[in-house]
T-cell receptor, first 114, second 110 residues
Framework: DGGITQSPKYLFRKEGQNVTLSCEQNLNHDAMYWYRQDPGQGLRLIYYSQIVNDFQKGDIAEGYSVSREKKESFPLTVTSAQKNPTAFYLC?????????????FGSGTRLTVV | GQSLEQPSEVTAVEGAIVQINCTYQTSGFYGLSWYQQHDGGAPTFLSYNGLDGLEETGRFSSFLSRSDSYGYLLLQELQMKDSASYFCAVSNSGYSTLTFGKGTMLLVSP
């Protein structure tokens, strides 16, 4: 079955460490996205990519980095420059150029700074 | 910029009908989408309105009025499993990203 896989489900980071969140999809979607969700908040866009080897900053890109070397993969690195990284991180993918079919989301990674 | 307003919480009983409203302000508008998220889970796509009017999918319906910058999600024959957060989201083109509202928590009681 097609879908999006995020790993790990839970991640603990020490202050000053970089961590990388994995996101893999086998839906053959061109577009992929990273959103951050804080308690009681909506989803805020961190980065997105509409094609391999290209990506764009979202609304809250500071302290994060991404790569898109393969169509199936869009890893997110939370750097030490991100001042408040504790949050629920959601990866999504979609067919580029239409909203009719919506985004497909992964199950998320819950990151906690210890 | 874009902003969306939706109620933070709505309560209802099993079997009832509930409407979750969403108003938006955007620099450009292409369509309104709705997503459901159970606690700690992945958001799932429910519906999309690109044109004015009502779209029906089983027990769920979604409405859009572009002139009023307003839409709603209507849930009928509520079930306990419908207890979840519901997010509206707008895009300003088919090639843009989605901007989400803060979500409405729906609590369904017996």
């Amino acid at each position: 079955d097609g879908g999006i896989t995020q790993s790990p489900k839970y991640l603990f980071r020490k202050e000053g460490q970089n961590v990388t969140l994995s996101c893999e999809q086998n839906l053959n979607h061109d577009a992929m996205y990273w959103y951050r969700q804080d308690p009681g908040q909506g989803l805020r866009l961190i980065y997105y990519s509409q094609i391999v080897n290209d990506f764009q900053k979202g609304d809250i890109a500071e302290g994060y980095s991404v790569s898109r070397e393969k169509k199936e993969s869009f890893p997110l690195t939370v750097t030490s420059a991100q001042k408040n990284p504790t949050a629920f991180y959601l990866c999504a993918s979609s067919i580029y150029g239409t909203d009719n079919y919506g985004y497909t989301f992964g199950s998320g990674t819950r990151l906690t700074v210890v | 910029g874009q902003s969306l307003e939706q109620p933070s919480e709505v309560t209802a009983v099993e079997g009832a009908i509930v409407q979750i409203n969403c108003t938006y302000q955007t620099s450009g508008f292409y369509g309104l989408s709705w997503y459901q998220q159970h606690d700690g889970g992945a958001p799932t796509f429910l519906s999309y309105n690109g044109l004015d009017g009502l779209e029906e999918t089983g027990r769920f319906s979604s409405f859009l009025s572009r002139s009023d910058s307003y839409g709603y999600l209507l849930l009928q024959e509520l079930q306990m499993k419908d207890s979840a957060s519901y997010f509206c989201a707008v895009s300003n083109s088919g090639y843009s990203t989605l901007t989400f509202g803060k979500g409405t928590m729906l609590l369904v009681s017996p």
